[in-house]
């Protein structure tokens, strides 16, 4: 919030400038700090509306970030660390998500499954070791499968209808031990999109939806178990775009790549999905990832490691 107001974070007006340029209808913003009143995404929003679009809808809830479990999470034999909340988080709602819109948000329809209990997720696969659950049954009670949220966000398009986004910031599969706590999650996390489609949890809509969102999870590259992703990319409702960028191919040869990491581990990888559903008709799709050597292209670097991932629709 403070430096949203003071402007004079280079960050926050590199973020400002990519969504000047690219105007999107609608956009899902990650790693945005949740507040109980929403100010600070009114704060953003605001500002981006001097040089860019005007997003009179803002959707945002209290993520699993930061959202502190009260016991050890994550093993070590303590308490109250970033790693013990729901979601790694230092404080309660940090790296959250939002969503901006110039159309009308349906509020009272939004579904919100960030509370749903990883051992109550079909076929879960919780941590093990060779002394049980990992770190512990009273920890598995309580663990959420969300590391930040998993929402469905109907949105009233012209010309399109009722839309309704299916959007989630899954775990990095990495940054744990041989339980593969953090790869096991970010499967789940993934997979809960096929259950959600299948009916699982309640009434899903057949058509008119697009899933988006950092999966921290690459179909062929990088850490991870591979076959979420990849099911999840062949599901028979779903249609990927395949996006691709100039910027990306002069950092990596791979045109597909979405973030840009230090190289050699992980390197450049495409994690970043905007998914429509099969009835929609795809127009246009890309990454916004200029040529690094140019203003534009360090500007995006500046905005976020992950590139702006966009898709245009229509019936």
Not at 17 to 45: C, K, M, R
Not at 136 to 149: F, G, H, M, N
Not at 169 to 176: E, L, M, R, W
């Amino acid at each position: 919030m403070r430096d949203i107001l003071r402007g004079e974070n280079a960050d926050i007006a590199a973020v400002v400038s990519v969504l000047t340029e690219t105007a999107p209808d609608i956009v899902v913003l990650q790693g945005f700090d949740y507040d109980l009143t929403g100010a600070a995404l009114n704060a953003f929003a605001d500002r981006l509306a001097v040089t860019g679009p005007a997003y009179p809808w803002r959707f945002a809830a209290r993520p699993n970030t930061g959202y502190q479990s009260g016991i050890d999470l994550d093993g070590d034999g303590r308490a109250g660390d970033p790693r013990d909340a729901q979601g790694y988080g230092r404080f309660s709602g940090q790296g959250g998500m939002a969503v901006l819109s110039r159309f009308e948000i349906i509020d009272a329809d939004v579904q919100s499954f960030t509370d749903l209990l990883w051992r109550d997720f079909p076929g879960a696969l919780l941590p093990e070791t060779d002394d049980g659950p990992f770190p512990s049954p009273e920890a598995q009670a309580i663990q959420r499968l969300s590391t930040t949220a998993h929402w469905v966000v109907p949105v009233e398009v012209p010309g399109l209808g009722r839309l309704s986004l299916l959007t989630f910031h899954a775990s990095p599969p990495v940054f744990d031990g041989p339980e593969d706590r953090n790869g096991r999650r970010n499967h789940d996390e993934i997979v809960f999109w096929q259950y959600y489609l299948d009916g699982t949890f309640g009434p899903a809509p057949a058509q008119n939806f697009v899933l988006l969102g950092d999966t921290n999870q690459d179909p062929q590259d990088g850490e991870g178990r591979k076959e979420a992703i990849r099911g999840l990319l062949n599901n028979p409702l779903l249609q990927d775009p395949a996006p691709r960028s100039t910027g990306s191919v002069v950092v990596s040869d791979d045109p597909f790549d979405t973030a840009d990491w230090e190289d050699p581990v992980p390197g450049n990888l495409r994690v970043d999905y905007v998914l429509p559903s099969r009835d929609l008709t795809v127009t246009g799709s890309g990454v916004w990832w200029p040529d690094p050597a140019s203003e534009a292209g360090r500007t995006a670097a500046m905005a976020s490691r992950h590139r702006l991932v966009w898709v245009d629709i229509a019936r």
